[in-house]
T-cell receptor, first 117, second 114 residues
Framework: DTEVTQTPKHLVMGMTNKKSLKCEQH?????MYWYKQKAKKPPELMFV???????INESVPSRFSPECPNSSLLNLHLHALQPEDSALYLC????????????????FGPGTRLLVL | QQQVKQSPQSLIVQKGGISIINCAYE??????FPWYQQFPGKGPALLIA?????SEKKEGRFTISFNKSAKQFSLHIMDSQPGDSATYFC?????????????FGTGTQLKVEL
């Protein structure tokens, strides 16, 4: 089973709201990722977690706050977002953590479609 | 140097035809090259991947051709079907020091017409 699940599927929020995106995998993967994807663009890496520790932050604004409560779960907490943050937010996982070398297949979830009003 | 250039941006192919998407890279540290297929409203799904120690990999109707000296690789979809209509992204990641970071191409929107 190579499934990564994400909730919610859709989210509409105002600029003063606080919301969270959730991601879950049960493949025993030890690396998890958050990506942002705008329409007709490739995914852009935001964060990488390795063994539940944040290993890469691609200079993402602090209004995005990731959290990895355990090896199967990844959250992205959202606060005071801007309309330009509207996008598809993708979670992915891979078997081995970042830094152990590339060649690790990343499996993506279906994404959360976020609209910031 | 981190870019992966992908062409064409869009492609229309007749059913049963061959779809060809090309990618080129500069970073010689890249040594893993996956292709992802993405349908509207869905996350990218791994289609096929290649490592530079082989020049070609085939899985069903999908073939990756890899030219290490030219730093180019391409995806061929044989007998293209309407169900293949999607956006295709090539990607690359380095073996070491890259933190398993995928660098994506800009994407190709493929439409297969009846």
């Amino acid at each position: 089973d190579t499934e990564v699940t994400q909730t919610p599927k859709h989210l509409v929020m105002g600029m003063t709201n606080k919301k969270s995106l959730k991601c879950e995998q049960h493949m025993g993967h030890r690396a998890m990722y958050w990506y942002k994807q705008k329409a007709k663009k490739p995914p852009e890496l935001m964060f990488v977690y390795s063994y539940e520790k944040l290993s890469i932050n691609e200079s993402v604004p602090s209004r995005f706050s990731p959290e990895c409560p355990n090896s199967s779960l990844l959250n992205l907490h959202l606060h005071a977002l801007q309309p330009e943050d509207s996008a598809l937010y993708l979670c992915a996982s891979s078997q081995h953590p970042a830094g152990t070398g590339g060649r690790e297949t990343q499996y993506f979830g279906p994404g959360t479609r976020l609209l910031v009003l | 140097q981190q870019q992966v250039k992908q062409s064409p941006q869009s492609l229309i192919v007749q059913k049963g035809g061959i779809s060809i998407i090309n990618c080129a890279y500069e970073n010689t540290a890249f040594d893993y090259f996956p292709w992802y297929q993405q349908f509207p409203g869905k996350g990218p799904a791994l289609l096929i991947a290649i490592r530079p120690d082989v020049s070609e990999k085939k899985e069903g109707r999908f073939t990756i051709s890899f030219n290490k000296s030219a730093k180019q690789f391409s995806l061929h979809i044989m007998d293209s079907q309407p169900g293949d209509s999607a956006t295709y992204f090539c990607a690359a990641s380095p073996f070491t020091g890259g933190g398993n970071k995928l660098t994506f191409g800009t994407g190709t929107q493929l439409k297969v017409e009846l």
